[in-house]
């Protein structure tokens, strides 16, 4: 799966000895440019990938990853691994985002029905009235 986005934080490298050798884990995260931005956390493991990524604050990135789940304790947690991480022209993203939200002045209330009119257009006249809406 990819993911397109700009890396918002990086946090402290993990480090840590298992039976294959010593190991190294960072963990990202990733925001989105849609309409309602989401976020995503993921890790990086091995520290060949992760300078090879080179991945810092503020960059413009494509994130290919895969998401397993495991469980401890009687309990599942989700793992969401990168496994190749591309830097994206931020000039690109500039016309394929969707609208940033505006909110709206305190000016543009609803129109109000003119003088006279009926709020609500009439019901259609039917010979079988009943309660049912359907």
Do not use: C
């Amino acid at each position: 799966m990819d993911l397109q986005g700009k890396i918002i934080v990086a946090l402290p490298e993990r480090k840590g000895v298992s039976a294959r050798g010593e190991w190294v884990l960072q963990e990202f995260v990733v925001e989105t440019h849609d309409t309602y931005p989401r976020k995503m956390m993921f890790s990086v493991f091995g520290q060949d990938r992760l300078q090879r990524f080179n991945i810092k604050v503020g960059q413009e990135v494509n994130v290919s990853f895969d998401v397993d789940a495991r469980e401890y304790n009687g309990r599942w947690f989700n793992s969401i691994r990168a496994y190749d991480v591309r830097l994206v022209d931020p000039a690109s993203i500039a016309g394929t985002g969707a609208a940033p939200y505006v909110a709206p002045t305190q000016n543009t209330a609803p129109a109000a029905p003119a003088p006279g009119a009926a709020p609500f257009p009439p019901a259609p006249e039917e010979d079988n009235i009943d309660d049912l809406p359907f």
